[in-house]
Structure formats: C-alpha cells, structure tokens
C-alpha cells in the first residue's frame, strides 16, 4: 500500500536528509583539509621524553611538537624502540605490526610500534638485538644499528600508511636515509638533513660498504671521503636540503676550524646549507617541580629562596651576596674547558665569586674540578654526574651562566639559564652569537655577556664586567628582567621551518 506522508512528516524527512548530507559534506571538506596538509616525517636517533642524551633529544622532542600545532602540516618522529626508554612510554606504545628488513645478508625481524602525544604521532622501530642495550651509543657495532634503523625506516612508510613528503634527517645515525634514497628506493619524496654537531660524523672502514651498509658500489662517490666511509658526507651530497641549528654556525661550517674535514663538501653544497636557530619549549620557573620557590619575569623574588637553597644543598656559604656562577656542561674540550681550567683560579682569588660545575666528560677536567673544590671550600662546588632535577635547582639558583664554547652548533643552556634568569656570559661562536648579544650593545638591548676570542684573558675581563654590573642592584635586576621576557620560544623558528619546507615542495 502506498505510504501518504503528511505535510510536516515530510518536511521532517527532507531535514534529516539534508543533515546526513552536510555531515558528508563537512567530512568530506575535513577529509580534504587532511589530505592537503604537508606530511613531514622526522627521524632521530634520540627524542624527548622517551630518549636522549643531549641537545638532539631535547630538539627533536620539542620541534615537531610545535609544528603540529600548524593547521598545515602532518607531522610524525620516528625512532628507535630503545630498551632505556620508561616502561611507562614502552607498555602505553601500540604494537603496529612487525616485518623483515634486509640488510645486505641480513634478514632482521622489526617490529613497529606508534604513541600519540600532544598532538605528534611517534613511531618506534623494535629490534631487541640493536637497541634493547644500557645506553644508546658508543658501542662497536653502532655503525649497523643505525643502518638498520634507517632501511626500517624507509621500509615503513607502507604499514603506518604515512608516506610522507619530506623526511626531515638528524645527524650521522639518520645520514643513510637520503643516500637510501638516492640509491636504492627512489621515493617520490624530498629530504633534508640536520647538522646538529659536525664533529660526529659516522666514519667507518671502506671495505663495509656493501656488508654491513648496503650499498652498490656506485654509492661510494656519495658517501666515499678521504679512504673511508663518511656517512655524514653522504647526507650532505645527497639531502634535497641541508641545514644546521644557527646560522652563525651555517656560516663557520665553510671554516677548516669547524668543519671537522667537511668543509669542501659544504662549499660544494652552498645552496643547499641553511641556518635555523632552535628554539626551547618548557623551562618555567613559575612551574617546575625541581625548584623550592617558583618566580617571574614580573616578580623574581623567590629566586632569593632558590639560590640560597642551591648553597645549602652545593656546601657553598650561605650568602645572598656572593655571586654564583654555574656551568652545566659535558667537560669536553669544545665546551672551552681549557679556558676555564686556565682562568678560574684567577677569578676566584679576586672576587666574591662562588661557583658551581655539573656534568661528566673527560678524566683531566672532572679531576681539575674536584681538586678546585677542595682548595676553595665552601666556594667552589664540583658536581661530576648528569642529574636534570639539580641542573633545574642550578639554573634557578645562580646568578650567572658561563658558556665559552669553542664552537657551539646552536646551544641550548644559554636559552635555558635565561628563562631562569640567570645571566649568560658566552663566547661569540656559532647559536651562542645568535641568542646572546653583549649589555654594551648599541645595535640591540643586551641579555648578557659576550666575548670574541677564544681566550682566557678575554673570559676572564668579561667575568669582571659581569660582576662588577652584579654589584649595581638596580641595572642588575633590569638586566635579569630583559633576559627572563627573552623569547627563545619555536614560535618563529617553526614558522621559518614550515616555510622552507613549503619552498621545498614547490
Ligand atoms: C648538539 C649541539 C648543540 C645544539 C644541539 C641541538 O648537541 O652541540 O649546540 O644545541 O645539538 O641542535
């Protein structure tokens, strides 16, 4: 029988259809802004919070983050499933699904596994064989670990279902990506390559190439240097894009000083370099948990708890007055150790001057450290460990930041030690000229202390320019204010990131 539908039964129906329409209509449209968004793969042998050692980790945890917070980009991380990651992060991980990756002769199982955070979706590549270790490097077969890494992940893209359209590369472990591309997989894609620090490079023995890397013979004229295998080099030859961390040090790398031997293959590949300055994500003394008296830009007053409470727990005297100068550093030659070894006990025999070291590095200077404290008690404090809740408790407590890096790719505790009003004292190199600019400045407002050569002397008058401005209650509170309301967000850098990759697919 046939159905009379009444006026307003009709008038009903047409509603509901037209509300299942626009709802297709609208995913449609969403479907649409999603798949016009660029996707950027980022891979990295070390990411914040799951694993890092250094500045590399910290970056790769906080870039991408702010990346995704753009409508037009897609972007994913992707590491290794490192036994030194939290069981937290390890156990809220999905298992994806796993596949063989082959490697020269090998033929090694890899499992696949994916975690959301903050709107970033990370992927882990699994293999218990090279990555369930104590610790991320430094062990002799470092070579084929990251080689594996780097086939798994160019043999991923099928079953995460992201291909991407640019993979963004990390130092030496990820070089093999873009030469993988070029040899072997010919994606339709493009790659860039960050030089986080030159000085590591990747080398290894000629006669592994095929072995132990994969590579056609034919690959040697891109990753061949000097009688060995550069890995690094092969990157730089083969990327779509280079880039480093500042562009000062974009500029040094053209320099036998810092180039570590690749300067030709940077001038060979000039148009293809560019310098981006990193920025910092976190570091609130209003919020830490690390700190005994949170403070701020607008009311710094509990950074007078902070300090007093870093002397305490340091065995320095109690004094407000005395003047705490902190370095948080690897002890490492570049780290300009030397000129610290060579100057501080000058300093200390004509000031006030209390100090405090953490970190580890080489024998020679954890020794000199500890020997300082043992002649200045109660002045000098010497922390020989890795410890972030106490490089917290430094930052906020001291009054002063020493940094005088002999290079210094981009360098993030000059950043840090701002946000926790502590003022900088650096040498003009590499990110460190890019952040820093000197107090008598007339070109831009000064947030600290620069000086030029790499000398003690240099180190030293500029100490003494620090200090006495210290004594000048009113300038110095200024001068605190100016460097906490610095803004060393990625805010900017991400912009210039997202536009570089646009020029990139255009
Ligand atoms: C390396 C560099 C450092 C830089 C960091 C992040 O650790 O030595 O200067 O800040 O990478 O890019």
Redesign the pocket.
Same mark, same amino acid.
């Given at each position: 029988m046939k159905k009379i539908f009444s006026h307003a039964e009709q008038v009903s129906e047409i509603e509901q259809l037209a509300a299942v329409y626009n709802e297709i209509l609208a995913a449609s449209d969403e479907y649409g802004k999603e798949k016009k968004k660029t996707r950027i793969l980022f891979v990295g042998s070390e990411v914040l919070p799951f694993a890092a050692t $250094? &500045?590399?980790g =910290?970056?790769l945890g906080s870039l991408p983050k702010a990346l995704a917070a753009r409508e037009d980009l897609d972007v994913r991380v992707i590491m290794p499933f490192y036994g030194d990651i939290s069981e937290e992060y390890r156990s809220s991980a999905r298992y994806i699904t796993n596949y063989n990756v082959g490697l020269a002769w090998r033929n090694l199982y890899c499992g696949l596994f994916e975690l959301k955070k903050d709107g970033v979706i990370y992927y882990f590549i699994d293999n218990e064989y090279y990555f369930k270790r104590d610790g991320l490097y430094g062990f002799y077969d470092d070579g084929e670990r990251y080689a594996f890494f780097c086939k798994a992940v160019m043999d991923s893209f099928y079953f995460t279902g992201f291909m991407p359209d640019i993979i963004h590369t990390n130092d030496w472990q990820t070089a093999l990506i873009p030469v993988y591309n070029t040899c072997k997989y010919h994606y339709d894609l493009k790659t860039i390559f960050?030089i986080? !620090?030159i000085e590591y490079q990747g080398m290894y023995d000629l006669s592994i190439m095929g072995d132990v890397f994969d590579l056609p013979p034919e690959a040697g004229s891109y990753v061949e240097y000097r009688g060995c295998i550069n890995l690094m080099k092969g990157a730089i030859e083969t990327a779509n894009v280079v880039t480093t961390?500042s562009p000062t040090y974009a500029k040094e790398l053209f320099d036998p000083m810092f180039a570590h031997g690749l300067e030709e293959i940077i001038r060979r590949n000039e148009t293809k370099m560019t310098g981006i300055l !990193?920025g910092v994500d976190g570091y609130d003394p209003m919020d830490d948990p690390d700190i005994d008296a949170p403070f701020s830009a607008e009311d710094p007053s509990g950074k007078a708890l902070d300090k007093q409470k870093l002397q305490e727990l340091a065995g320095l005297t109690v004094n407000p007055k005395a003047p705490v100068l902190a370095i948080i550093s690897r002890l490492v030659p570049h780290k300009g150790m030397d000129l610290i070894t060579q100057a501080m006990e000058n300093v200390l025999q004509h000031s006030n001057i209390q100090l405090v070291v953490l970190g580890k590095g080489e024998r020679r200077y954890e020794d000199y450290f500890n020997w300082l404290q043992n002649q200045y008690q109660g002045r000098v404090a010497s922390m020989i460990t890795y410890n972030k809740g106490l490089s917290r408790k430094i930052y906020a407590g001291a009054d002063l930041f020493l940094m005088p890096s002999a290079s =210094?790719?981009? &360098?993030?505790s000059q950043m840090i030690a701002c946000r926790y009003g502590t003022v900088p004292i650096v040498r003009k190199t &590499? $990110?460190l000229a890019d952040s820093i600019t000197d107090v008598t400045s007339e070109e831009k407002k000064g947030n600290g202390f620069v000086f030029e050569n790499y000398s003690h002397e240099e180190m030293t008058d500029t100490i003494f320019r620090a200090l006495s401005l210290y004594e000048e209650t009113a300038q110095w509170a200024d001068l605190v204010h100016t460097v906490m309301t610095e803004d060393f967000s990625w805010g900017h850098s991400a912009g210039v990131y997202a536009e570089l990759y646009e020029r990139m697919l255009s």
């Open positions: $250094g &500045g590399l =910290e970056v960050t986080h !620090n961390v !990193n =210094e790719p981009c &360098g993030l &590499g $990110g």
